[in-house]
């Protein structure tokens, strides 16, 4: 039986369709995942299980007495009172009962004191509290809150402070720690990763993996959701769509499945044109009109499939401003502290020109101030910060400081740059701003659109030098996947904070790692840094044999050399399809150029505009083609097999 079904739901908001009869159906125990572009519906949709909205049309069906838990993307209104006191809200019959068994403890102890005899009855009591708290878990209620608080980032001293001091993020993993603590039966989260470091996420995959709990998670971290799902909705144009498996499984489906629509579409409008054309041309005798009769009545029978709808992608196009010097971040036991806390001491390192660098540790361990030491927007407590020659800092804020909410979108652009309106509009409407969307106040734009907007005024700024906070927060699939691109084939210098493994994984080639005070600095790329952490021994007392430890040394060998061996394997092949795609980029060049060339087509200004946007647009596809390849062809050489 189902423990949540919906049948055909629809919902809109005005006169703007969100959800059209929208179905879907979760057995006990299943994890699911919940994705599509921003503004799809996916919070609306999580809303409406959760019953915090009602649907247009259609049911929701929840098995008998079953507990939902909804976490949402923005935690609201902060709780009052300490953290320990937000955590314990869930299980207030329990403290009730702990402070009935003290109270009877210290009666009990008064009247004994006292002499007197008569204790059955309250003795009775105590015994009943003592075994109800018993059962119901109360004895490990204070290690189950520091265990929760503990996996998502909270120290000791956390549990003490006041919730009103919290930041946003400190707020949203509270209101998570809470939330598991009520072990809901089932679970509906939207976009739970946002404010997690990597410890955090590695946690958080556990839990839900071992929880019995049914999981319905919105998120666009691949990374969690290829770890922690085996079924996921895909959610777009009101439409929603299941697949079995991961989010690796679901893209290899859908590009499958996206293909064999373009072409089952092109295949149709051959055959109607085809027809069409037998129809036109034919002869005015009856058995001619008669087969035209016929061959019109087959189109009309025909089901007529629509033209696949490209992705909404906005268009990400960084400025560089030309090549630094060799050293482009020097950094000579430096030294940060705020009052009495030490984020910092004694940093000293080298950022070289066209590294790539991910910057990574846990939440408050100084990673964005690191960055603003490096802009000049915060200064060392000691040590020096050195830039190199011709180093030009392109600077992407975690928290969009650059961003003026009391401006409209459009006076942001124009403030930033020289652009006229018109211009500014064009330009905006590269990241998706259209129409109205302009004149947006910035503090009234989502997470999302904020995100775009400062990407797009990122990238007025002339530079080489690229810092990045955060950059993927709130951004959907295909926003993520064009950033992907750009900075795949950024040529500068590059200096990444993020907790999106998956967007890091082929993008870095050193891994900065701040942690207790000190950073740790790895020489390879993402994949590599994981495979290494994972597999470094715990600390502990005692040692293992010698016989033992080489033993295991050889099995990582071998280990290391299969995966050595999958992964030249697949950039092989990932290599040849570049390969085949370079030369259908280059064909098109090609085909754009000779009909730009069409001397016919002079005199039509529009259709000279069309087709030289068209020639532009095929360049520049063939231009991150050749990108990609010299990527996947370098990565190739640093993984020839070991002799």
Same mark, same amino acid.
């Given at each position: ?26 057995? $006990? ?93 309250? &003795? ?24 929760? @608080? ?40 939207? #976009? ?11 946690? &958080?995959?556990?839990?839900? +993996?071992?929880?019995? @709990? ?9 990374? !969690? ?7 996921? !909705? ?27 629509? #373009? ?116 200064? $060392? ?9 011709? +180093? ?49 106040? *910035? ?42 691109? *750009? ?20 993008? +870095?080639?050193?891994?900065? #790692? ?28 005692? %040692? ?5 430890? =080489? ?31 370079? =030369?259908?980029?280059?064909?098109? *060049? ?26 532009? @647009?095929?360049?520049? %596809? ?22």
């Amino acid at each position: 039986m189902s423990l949540v079904a919906l049948t055909e739901i629809s919902k809109s908001f005005g006169a703007q369709k969100i959800l059209d009869r929208v179905s879907l159906q979760l057995q $006990p125990g299943d994890k699911a995942g919940l994705i599509g572009p921003n503004g799809s519906g996916k919070s609306t949709l999580l809303q409406i299980i959760a019953g915090v909205l009602e649907p247009d049309e259609g049911t929701v069906s929840l098995a008998r007495s079953v507990g939902v838990g909804y976490l949402p993307q923005e935690p609201g209104p902060g709780a009052r009172g300490t953290l320990r006191r937000h955590l314990e809200t869930p299980f207030g019959h329990l403290l009730e009962l702990q402070q009935k068994i003290t109270s009877l403890e210290q009666e009990l102890s008064s009247r004994a004191r006292s002499g007197d005899e008569n204790l059955e009855p309250a &003795l009775a009591r105590y015994g009943d509290y003592r075994r109800r708290f018993e059962d119901e878990g109360g004895y490990l209620l204070e290690s189950r809150i520091n265990a929760v @608080a503990r996996g998502l980032g909270f120290s000791e001293a956390d549990l003490d402070r006041e919730m009103a001091h919290f930041s946003g993020g400190e707020k949203a993993r509270a209101n998570l720690a809470a939330l598991l603590l009520r072990d809901p039966d089932l679970l509906l989260l939207d #976009e739970p990763t946002n404010y997690l470091d990597f410890d955090g996420l590695a946690w &958080l995959e556990k839990y839900l +993996v071992d929880s019995p @709990a049914t999981l319905l998670v919105v998120s666009h971290d691949r990374f !969690f959701l290829d770890r922690v799902i085996s079924q996921l !909705f895909a959610l777009e144009d009101q439409k929603l769509q299941g697949y079995r498996g991961n989010y690796s499984a679901y893209r290899t489906r859908y590009e499958t499945e996206k293909k064999s629509r #373009e072409q089952a579409y092109r295949e149709q409008q051959r055959l109607i044109a085809q027809a069409e054309k037998q129809i036109r041309e034919s002869k005015a005798d009856r058995r001619s009109k008669r087969q035209a009769r016929s061959r019109q009545k087959q189109l009309d029978r025909r089901p007529p499939l629509h033209r696949p709808a490209p992705e909404k992608r906005f268009s990400l196009d960084l400025d560089y401003s030309g090549r630094s010097g060799r050293q482009v971040i020097i950094f000579e036991q430096v030294a940060k502290s705020f009052g009495d806390k030490i984020l910092f001491d004694g940093l000293t390192f080298e950022i070289r020109w066209g590294d790539r660098v991910a910057l990574i540790g846990p939440n408050g361990s100084g990673k964005s101030t690191l960055l603003k030491m490096i802009t000049g927007i915060e200064r $060392p407590s000691a040590g020096q910060i050195r830039l190199g020659s011709a +180093v030009n800092v392109a600077y992407f804020a975690q928290e969009q400081e650059q961003l003026d909410p009391a401006r409209t979108v459009l006076e942001e652009i124009t403030a930033a740059s020289s652009l006229d309106l018109k211009q500014a509009r064009n330009y905006l409407g590269r990241y998706l701003f259209r129409g109205d969307d302009v004149f947006k106040k *910035v503090a009234s734009l989502s997470g999302g659109e904020k995100s775009r907007l400062a990407l797009a005024r990122l990238a007025l700024r002339s530079g080489n030098c690229l810092l990045m906070d955060e950059p993927t927060s709130h951004l959907d699939l295909p926003a993520l996947e064009e950033l992907e691109t *750009v900075l795949r084939c950024y040529p500068g210098t590059l200096v990444i904070v993020s907790h999106d493994r998956y967007f890091l994984k082929n993008l +870095v080639n050193r891994v900065f #790692e701040l942690r207790r005070r000190s950073l740790e600095i790895f020489e390879g790329g993402f994949p590599q840094y994981l495979e290494s952490k994972e597999s470094r021994p715990e600390a502990g007392p005692v %040692k293992e044999e010698k016989a033992a430890g =080489q033993k295991q040394q050889a099995l990582e060998d071998r280990r290391r050399a299969r995966e050595q061996q999958r992964r030249e394997r697949r950039l092989r092949e990932e290599q040849a399809r570049l390969e085949e795609e370079i =030369q259908s980029a280059e064909a098109a *060049v090609a085909r754009h150029e000779k009909l730009l060339s069409n001397p016919d087509d002079y005199g039509d200004f529009n259709r000279l505009r069309e087709l030289s946007e068209n020639l532009n @647009a095929a360049k520049k %596809k063939l231009a991150q083609l050749l990108c990609l390849w010299e990527e996947v062809s370098l990565q190739l050489e640093q993984v020839k097999p070991e002799n």
